[in-house]
């Protein structure tokens, strides 16, 4: 399986805008984290819900990518987020993602989203990713 | 109810870095779009999952505020988008919403989302939004 | 394509206990009813929300054996259903489907559940079925 | 907080068609489980996927009654489901809750969904429940 380095790498050449930092990945896991500048910042002074959205998008597919190796060409098929709790502003938003199936043609994982001032989940998100159809066949 | 140029101050105090384009509102309805640019691309020339669940967000939020006035604490409870078809990459966003439900407490409503090349729906989307309490009550 | 009484007889072999009785089938959509007995009501005089759900489910599946033709391992991935308006106990429910996506891997659609009582969307549901892998490739 | 005898008197006088069964509830969890006869079989002998959607819809329930006290009005406004894996005939479907966010009017929750012949979960949800409004205000 890849290692750390190498997804990063990835990351950076298919997301170039991006600024998730991968903190760490493992089979079936991965947990991202992202900074929070004024462009993230909602009235209330809260973090704009498609920021968390999108921290728990990248969070599946470095899950992903530790999972099942480098497939640049998985893509997101769903996503349900409910929030929970209003993030503190000034603090990173955490995502810990877990994968629930590891199919041959779609993945399935849950992320919990954290402001790091706190322990409590302020956002919990399921998704589906689907794999590229020429991927060689695995038991599932 | 308020006119689109009020939306559209509220959203600009609100959301100074957003960049959707308020098309219409009308009762229950909304339609946004919004540009696209090298920082909204992925790998494969196409449009990144976030900014399409930011547009049916915005798409959201805009047919509450011309529906039941400028309610700034309106909040995302949840979202749930499905992606539908790769979107091509030169072409703005547009977000059409309707709102299905607009209770005391609770709104929902339903964004099909477009690459403007096309006729085709890209996405869909189905998200619900909490009113403040305080607002005085309507008969659902 | 089939016609609507060889899907009819397909769903009494596959689900002999069900009991939605298929409205009328065409490309990309379907419409089911229900009717509603002591079993599927609720205190409050109201209808089960898992009823809501089955009738969901059975549109879905409906509008895709009317698009694709009798494909009997066509299973469901996800469900999201949003529970709008408090339905009338004493009416059938009916289930007015519409797909909006047809791949050679996934299909995606969408229910829109009502109680004949009344025009009002009593709840919203999108679902994914996936599709045998056995199945001729098409062009999406 | 009540005792699970209480819990499941209500419920057995609001769903008394319901077969669930209550194994376990505690502070904002719950562990529900369902038997399986020829009526929640599908073809290939597997369990019906509205089973596991009302498994999960009284799982939250319990968890929420068991949290807050005996609401009987608390309505699912919400439910996403991802199914995982076919689960095996022959055994009861078990439904694990845990309660993500109890606020004043939304209660969030994912089940997690097993047959009870292996430890994999078979598929996962995420519901939503409003509590009714005259319920007196606790700090969330």
């Known amino acids: 399986m890849p290692s750390k380095a190498e997804i990063v790498e990835l990351l950076a050449r298919e997301f170039p805008h991006d600024q998730c930092v ?9 947990t991202v984290s992202h900074a929070i500048g004024p462009a993230q910042l909602r009235p209330g002074n809260t973090v704009s819900g498609p ?16 999972t099942i190796g480098l497939v640049p060409l998985a893509v997101t098929t769903s ?8 993030p503190a502003s000034a603090y990173p938003i955490k995502g810990v993602c877990r994968l629930m199936k590891v199919g041959r043609v779609l993945v399935v994982g849950e992320v919990a989203l954290y402001s790091s001032s706190s322990e409590d989940m302020i956002a919990h998100a399921v998704g589906t990713y689907s794999l590229p159809p020429t991927r060689p066949r695995k038991t599932e």
């Open 79 to 86: 996503l349900t987020i409910n929030f929970l709790k209003r």
């Open 22 to 30: 991968v903190e760490a990945v493992g089979d079936r896991s991965a």
């Open 51 to 66: 920021l968390l959205m999108a921290v728990a998008d990248v969070a599946l597919y470095v899950a992903i990518l530790g």
